[in-house]
């Protein structure tokens, strides 16, 4: 179906029954799917259809509920492939969130240290390097530090300049021969800026590094083409993109899938098992170990079907001009001060910002008294938080049924934290 020209914002909150709700007497407003967003009621009827009439197992059964499961599941893995550009489905790994999906690679690069036979690509130890930004989410983070940390490479990082950009100008002197793995943000979830990847990916390139994206606040806001970025994995999460918690997604080559060992083990990733050895699927399954989110991934498939048909190119638009309103109308207020881009140029709809002599948590739990939902702390960002000098930040982040009102409601009851806290 051809996309509209333009979101039409009204009709899509009447998909989503939750915003439809009142805190206190207040109606709800929810600024703060960067943390997870709604769903719209087609993602939960489809849940539903699917648990009421055709729950089973996958893969194991050649009785008709099993078979429906399985054309169930792997149509969702066939669905997300063609939303991302993936040239084959089996490139598609599920998992249960982006946080698992980069810990899959990182533990793949772990596991090789320990196998003579491993492919030299994922080989890590000391001297080598694993390159991340100043602005990443704990998930990007943590797992490179921690893979580091027990094979003896070195990790370094991409810093940020005062404006809240990556500091592209330093990419050749980060990223050098002795780099093996590149990972960092695609969109970041607490400045909002939009990373430019061609550059990092041209360098890596060039000393031979592997390139990943975090893409848990991309993929769900703007068109992304995995071919087109020419990374070799990304990483999201269907519950920032309309869909259910419980099931995340990585990307990754199919050449990249072959050769990395597997991060669980046991049921459904094997081809044969004796007492003394077992040989594992190829991809995806190898990485699947268990009973998968089969409801979720039903859920995750129509939250791509809805996505489909509003295009990714009128979701990224209505969030652009709707990022320049916010901007605009948080300017006015006195005190307040943006951490992160100030301009909707090169940055997503999630505006995080400070206001003076006033903790970011007494700000929230007013904006709560207003039925305004915004999130508040340092957003699994500490080392961006410490960049910019704060310990916490207020977090106000966009989607697709929001609208100006809903700003001017927040703006207008930050005049009253300030009138409050004086």
Same mark, same amino acid.
């Given at each position: 179906m051809e996309a509209a020209s333009k979101l039409d914002v009204e009709a899509i909150r009447a998909d989503f029954p939750i915003?439809?709700?009142?805190?206190?007497?207040?109606?709800?407003?929810?600024?703060?799917?960067?943390?997870?967003?709604?769903?719209?009621?087609?993602?939960?009827?489809?849940?539903?259809?699917?648990?009421?009439?055709?729950?089973?197992?996958?893969?194991?059964?050649v009785h008709t509920l099993g078979a429906e499961a399985t054309e169930?599941?792997?149509g969702a893995r066939a669905k997300v492939a063609a939303f991302i550009g993936a040239p084959s489905p089996d490139e598609v790994v599920f998992t249960k969130n982006s946080t698992e999906s980069i810990n899959l690679m990182a533990y793949a690069f772990q596991n090789a240290a320990f196998d003579a036979a491993a492919d030299?690509?994922?080989?890590?130890?000391?001297?080598?390097?694993?390159?991340?930004?100043?602005?990443?989410?704990?998930?990007?983070?943590?797992?490179?530090?921690?893979?580091?940390?027990?094979?003896?490479?070195?990790?370094?990082?991409?810093?940020?300049?005062?404006?809240?950009?990556?500091?592209?100008?330093?990419?050749d002197e980060v990223i050098t021969e002795r780099c093996k793995v590149v990972s960092f943000v695609?969109?970041?979830?607490?400045?909002?800026?939009?990373?430019?990847?061609?550059?990092?990916?041209?360098?890596?390139?060039e000393v031979g590094a592997l390139v990943g994206l975090d893409a848990s606040q991309s993929v769900p806001h703007i068109p992304v083409d995995v071919t087109e970025l020419g990374v070799d994995f990304i990483a999201f999460t269907g519950h920032k993109m309309l869909g259910p918690t419980g099931i995340g997604v990585l990307w990754a080559k199919a050449d990249l899938l072959a050769a990395m060992?597997?991060?669980? $083990?046991?049921? +459904?990733?094997?081809?044969?098992? %004796?007492? /003394?050895?077992?040989?594992?699927?190829?991809?995806?399954?190898?990485?699947?170990?268990?009973?998968?989110?089969?409801a979720e991934a039903v859920g995750l498939a129509a939250a791509v079907d809805y996505l489909d048909k509003l295009g990714m190119a009128n979701v990224r638009a209505h969030e652009k001009e709707f990022a320049g309103y916010m901007l605009d109308r948080l300017e006015t207020v006195d005190g307040l001060q943006i951490i992160g881009p100030r301009v909707p140029i090169g940055r997503s709809?999630?505006?995080?910002?400070?206001?003076?002599?006033?903790?970011?948590?007494?700000?929230?739990?007013?904006?709560?008294?207003?039925?305004?939902?915004?999130?508040?702390?340092?957003?699994?960002?500490?080392?961006?938080?410490?960049?910019?000098?704060?310990?916490?930040? $207020?977090?106000? +982040?966009?989607?697709?049924?929001? %609208?100006? /009102?809903?700003?001017?409601?927040?703006?207008?009851?930050?005049?009253?934290?300030?009138?409050?806290?004086?």
């Open positions: 915003l439809q709700r009142r805190i206190g007497d207040k109606p709800l407003a929810y600024l703060d799917s960067a943390a997870t967003s709604q769903k719209p009621v087609q993602v939960v009827e489809a849940m539903r259809r699917f648990t009421d009439y055709s729950n089973a197992n996958i893969s194991r059964s169930a599941y792997e030299p690509r994922f080989k890590l130890g000391p001297g080598d390097e694993v390159v991340v930004t100043e602005m990443e989410h704990h998930a990007n983070l943590i797992p490179w530090q921690q893979l580091c940390r027990r094979t003896g490479a070195t990790l370094k990082w991409i810093g940020i300049t005062d404006a809240g950009r990556l500091d592209v100008d330093t990419v695609h969109v970041a979830n607490l400045l909002g800026t939009v990373n430019p990847t061609s550059q990092i990916t041209r360098r890596a390139r060992p597997p991060f669980l $083990t046991g049921g +459904s990733m094997i081809k044969t098992v %004796t007492m /003394e050895h077992t040989t594992f699927a190829d991809a995806p399954a190898k990485f699947e170990a268990g009973t998968p989110p089969i709809a999630t505006v995080s910002f400070t206001i003076d002599g006033v903790h970011p948590h007494d700000v929230g739990q007013i904006l709560d008294a207003e039925g305004i939902a915004v999130r508040v702390g340092h957003h699994c960002a500490k080392p961006t938080c410490a960049r910019f000098g704060v310990n916490a930040t $207020t977090r106000a +982040s966009g989607y697709l049924y929001n %609208t100006h /009102e809903e700003i001017d409601r927040l703006v207008e009851a930050l005049g009253q934290v300030r009138k409050v806290f004086g």
